[in-house]
Nanobody, 120 residues
């Protein structure tokens, strides 16, 4: 069984920083592209950033300069460094990964989400 578990969310003051982590575990053969999404209250889930296995990254234009995505292939982990946080960054942040498990049925897996709150 494959799991994605996010951590690192919390309450942070405007201008502060957080580093989110997402770990893939279970019967995994390989982890391909990984991504972070977020969903603010009353809004649709939106893509924040993606990173391929060879660490090619793509970041939402509105977040460039403040957020950075990275990964550790040996640990099957992806990170999201968030700086200069604003109230509008408040959301549940979700991790997604394309994983090939022992069954060889490659699929996209989602984590349960981690809450980030930045008060206005």
């Amino acid at each position: 069984q494959v799991q994605l578990v996010e951590s690192g969310g919390g309450l942070v003051q405007p201008g502060g920083s957080l580093r989110l982590r997402c770990a893939a575990s279970g019967d995994i053969i390989s982890v391909g592209a990984m991504a972070w999404y977020r969903q603010a209250p009353g809004k649709q889930r939106e893509l924040v950033a993606t990173i391929t296995r060879d660490r090619t990254t793509n970041l939402s234009d509105v977040l460039k300069g403040r957020f950075t995505i990275s990964r550790d292939n040996a640990k099957n982990m992806v990170y999201l460094q968030m700086n200069s946080l604003k109230a509008e960054d408040t959301a549940i942040y979700y991790c997604k990964a394309r994983i090939t498990p022992l069954s060889l049925r490659t699929s996209d897996y989602w984590g349960q989400g981690t809450q980030v709150t930045v008060p206005s």
